[in-house]
């Protein structure tokens, strides 16, 4: 049975897909309507939801930098909105017992503050799967949300210790001493290779560590975060993260799925489900507010505030134990559910267009940033450089080498990962911090007049979105641009591209004309390859 509940997602997730939504929403969907037609999963179902959660908070500590929980505008932007919203949808709540809506009408101020509290997370999963599907985990937007996110998990962590009857064994303080772990994990990663080995090693120490957790009656999610967080900046630990994350996509369908499978909804549920989805600008634009009084940029601000405009799977965990300890009734369970689920498709759906959102009105929003931006969220004064490569990563490097070895003109990359931006500092590369699907930074392009703008980004959607910033802002020099198949060519060439190289089809070519320009005296050939792209 859960195979074909599997299939029934795997279908709705396509069909979403088709008109601009991403493939979570169909799996929602598809999780309350098989619920409405009495279909009821088995065990397996649930346990690819736990796999999927533990796999994801595993490949997020691969990703995270543990000091960027400290800074202000992380550890203060994140208390401060989880109380003032927990306020606010408080007495959101209690208004509206006074207009005798239905459920409310009997909700106490305990209750209310615990349903406030469930609704003031934000969805990890929503967030991760939105940013990697967009490549950007590893810029300032996609950092600054997941270092809230992580906050958040940390305080719901706290609250479901504290709410359980259990405690933690005394062997949870020898945990510790995990981190002398940390250069042995490392060397059993680098022996892994690349193969088939890897991702199975990352599976064994994202299971192994919650297993470890659960063991001494901690979350057993958080162990498998905390091991990824003690693999995180070795030599292997984004290749990976990479290796997981289809795997782990997979088993995220269990968990998109499993929600609709929480309550079947009454009318009554689903109106105040919307009342709580009607709440979320004020959840975004409180986050904004927050991330400008620790000035941030506007558009990091917008970004990460559309990233966290949702409600969480850690609130639907909170409902459950307040059902478990007799403060809530099930009524509400499934009501935050469908909130969870509402949430995600209305967030989807602003969270798609958000660059051009920002394009649109970021003179507006602009207005609002403080007159001292912090250093690390500045764009550089300006640019140059005759050639512009965007993307630093294998291919970006690749290109950036052979033209410097080929020309004169005056090369600058452009990476969103800080850190990949220091790799090339040391190697000599002149590489700047930066987003060229950010509208400011393509109008400092556009003035500069760059000869040449090649794009290397990690997925089709950043590039066509990259192109069409730039020739909104007026760039009108050549735009090169790398494509993985052949039908990405025409949506290429639509969004304003001059060129796009197909590397996997064309790499044959590129190593055979190496190849013979290498060997050309040992084979005997005269004059130059004659190899066709």
């Not at 008109?19 to 999963?41: E, M």
């Not at 949808?89 to 909700?107: E, I």
């Not at 969805?123 to 950007?136: N, Q």
């Not at 979105?465 to 039908?487: C, F, K, N, T, W």
Request: contains cysteine; aromatic residues 8%; negative net charge.
């Amino acid at each position: 049975m859960d195979s074909l509940l599997i299939i029934a997602a795997v279908i709705a997730g396509f069909a979403v897909k088709q008109i601009g939504l991403p493939p979570l929403v169909g799996y929602l969907a598809a999780g309350f309507a098989l619920n409405g037609f009495d279909f009821h999963p088995g065990p397996v179902l649930d346990q690819l939801a736990d796999l999927g959660i533990t796999l994801m908070l595993f490949t997020i500590g691969l990703k995270l930098d543990l000091k960027s929980l400290l800074r202000p505008e992380v550890s203060q932007a994140t208390l401060g909105h989880m109380g003032i919203i927990t306020l606010l949808l408080m007495a959101v709540l209690k208004l509206g017992a006074l207009l005798s809506l239905p459920l409310l009408v009997t909700l106490d101020w305990g209750q209310a503050a615990l349903i406030a509290f469930a609704a003031s997370f934000s969805s990890t999963v929503f967030a991760v799967k939105i940013f990697e599907e967009r490549g950007e985990m590893r810029t300032r937007h996609g950092q600054l949300t997941i270092a809230v996110l992580i906050l958040q998990d940390i305080a719901a962590v706290a609250f479901l210790t504290a709410a359980a009857d259990e405690t933690p064994s005394a062997w949870a303080l020898l945990l510790v001493l995990l981190p002398a772990l940390r250069p042995l994990l490392g060397y059993v990663l680098r022996q892994a290779g690349h193969d088939e080995l890897l991702p199975l090693t990352g599976f064994l120490m994202a299971i192994g560590g919650g297993a470890l957790f659960a063991l001494v009656g901690l979350k057993a999610d958080f162990g498998a975060l905390l091991f990824g967080i003690l693999l995180s900046n070795q030599s292997k630990s984004e290749e990976l993260a990479k290796a997981l994350m289809s795997f782990k996509d997979v088993f995220l369908i269990g968990f998109f799925l499993s929600i609709g499978f929480t309550a079947l909804p009454s009318w009554e549920m689903a109106l105040n489900a919307l009342l709580l989805t009607l709440l979320l600008p004020l959840k975004a634009a409180l986050f904004f507010a927050l991330f400008l009084l620790f000035r941030m940029r506007a558009r990091t601000a917008l970004l990460a505030a559309a990233g966290l405009a949702t409600y969480s799977e850690f609130g639907l965990i909170v409902a459950a134990v307040g059902m478990e300890q007799g403060w809530l009734t099930g009524d509400w369970l499934a009501t935050i559910a469908m909130a969870v689920s509402l949430s995600f498709v209305v967030t989807a759906a602003f969270n798609s267009r958000i660059h051009s959102i920002y394009a649109t009105l970021r003179e507006r929003l602009r207005a609002f940033e403080s007159g001292r931006l912090r250093p690390d969220d500045q764009l550089v004064a300006r640019l140059k450089a005759d050639v512009l490569i965007a993307g630093m990563g294998r291919v970006g490097t690749g290109a950036y080498d052979t033209l410097g070895r080929l020309c004169e003109l005056k090369l600058c990359g452009i990476e969103s990962n800080p850190a990949r931006v220091d790799f090339h500092k040391q190697h000599k590369r002149h590489v700047i911090v930066g987003d060229v699907e950010d509208a400011d930074f393509c109008e400092l392009v556009a003035n500069n007049r760059f000869r040449l703008v090649m794009l290397a980004l990690p997925t089709l959607s950043d590039m066509l979105e990259a192109a069409r910033q730039l020739r909104r802002a007026g760039y009108d020099g050549p735009i090169a641009s790398v494509a993985r198949y052949e039908d990405e060519r025409d949506q290429l060439k639509d969004a304003g591209i001059d060129i796009s190289f197909n590397f996997y089809a064309e790499a044959g070519a590129g190593f055979a004309e190496h190849t013979l320009s290498a060997l050309r005296e040992q084979l005997g050939l005269s004059g130059e390859p004659a190899i066709t792209h």
